[in-house]
């Protein structure tokens, strides 16, 4: 236990503040206008923009044929994302030492030789006794879509005891679509749209990791009034930064909702089973291309709706707890069966027809 208390940093104080939202949504502007605000308090602020420090074809991705099927982002991307982790928990453990865990990502770690020369800082941040009292501001600047890349980051600030708050900026998809446009390498649509589907925005009344946090309408300028709950958000922070022994109450939650995800995977993965055997049976019957069109239609809404309804009676609290795997073969098994029945009843009104 004293070995992990004298992991945290002797000479800074340290917030992490994560700023998610859809691409577009006006975090990098967010950034901007915060920048007076904090230089007016002491705080030395560093930004992390995911979109300059990850190489642009680290964020390409793989579709599949199908509308249905996951997004997937390649490994590279995934290794980025690490890269940078990596680099904070070095910076963490020790500001005064230059943290060289990019290196085995050299594109990353040369994009934060650039971000530092940028803002002026020095590539290592080093703390003087002169200066034993500097506030240390890190701005990450990420879609943060999924909760788990979130908690990666409160993981970190927990387990070296610094500060944690992430602020979401709330932004009506055609809003974002519109600002994308006007980018200088603006992103595909379909990717906007495919992360609405996949956005978790902060929820502290359901994980108590995410209690300090704050949502932001993005859709006109930040007003002072916004700049200044912000500014309150991280202050709190800083006063109040984490402690590695906190109860596990944030660990169950995030287990809780892998479970979740991983009881709507496996029902996914046995209906779209259904669909392709359905599919498959239709063509060798010679059913109509039009015919076979409706099915694939029908089957595919039928299955989301099912899905959906299996999540939220998820969230219910209905059969989840990591050690319950019947539960969870019970959970998986009355989804299927259900689309099952719908399937059938389908199939032999479009036969009927």
């Not at 793989?62 to 991307?77: A, F, G, H, M, R």
Request: charged content about 20%; proline content about 5%; hydrophobic content about 35%.
């Amino acid at each position: 236990m004293h070995a992990e208390r004298n992991e945290t940093p002797p000479c800074r104080q340290i917030c992490l503040c994560l700023l998610c939202g859809l691409p577009a949504a006006g975090k990098t502007t967010l950034v901007q206008a915060l920048s007076n605000h904090t230089a007016l308090r002491g705080w030395k602020t560093l930004s992390l923009s995911y979109d300059e420090l990850i190489p642009q074809e680290a964020f390409s991705k793989v579709y599949t044929e199908s509308d249905c099927q996951p997004l997937q982002t390649q490994t590279k991307w995934k290794n980025s994302r690490q890269a940078i982790l990596s680099w904070l928990a070095q910076v963490l453990q020790n500001p005064s030492q230059d943290p060289s865990s990019c290196r085995s990502d050299p594109e990353v770690w040369s994009q934060l030789c650039m971000t530092f020369q940028k803002q002026h800082l020095p590539a290592t941040l080093r703390s003087s006794p002169s200066h034993s009292q500097t506030k240390l501001l890190f701005l990450l600047d990420d879609n943060f879509y999924y909760q788990s890349m979130r908690y990666e980051v409160y993981q970190l600030a927990r387990k070296y005891a610094v500060g944690f708050c992430q602020v979401y900026l709330q932004c009506p998809t055609e809003l974002c679509v519109s600002r994308n446009t006007n980018r200088t390498v603006p992103l595909s649509e379909v990717v906007i749209l495919d992360m609405v589907k996949r956005m978790e925005p902060p929820n502290p009344l359901k994980n108590t990791w995410e209690q300090n946090s704050l949502t932001l309408n993005s859709c006109k300028d930040f007003t002072n009034q916004d700049l200044q709950s912000l500014i309150t958000l991280i202050a709190s922070a800083f006063d109040h930064p984490l402690s590695p022994f906190q109860d596990d109450t944030e660990k169950r939650d995030i287990d809780r909702q892998s479970c979740a995800n991983s009881v709507v995977h496996q029902a996914d993965q046995a209906c779209r089973r259904l669909v392709s055997q359905a599919m498959l049976t239709a063509r060798e019957k010679s059913i109509s291309p039009g015919t076979l069109q409706s099915l694939a239609k029908e089957l595919n809404k039928s299955k989301t709706r099912l899905l959906q309804d299996l999540r939220k009676d998820l969230h219910r609290g209905f059969a989840i707890s990591p050690d319950e795997s019947m539960d969870i073969e019970r959970a998986v098994g009355h989804t299927v069966i259900r689309f099952d029945g719908e399937l059938q009843e389908i199939i032999q009104r479009l036969c009927n027809q």
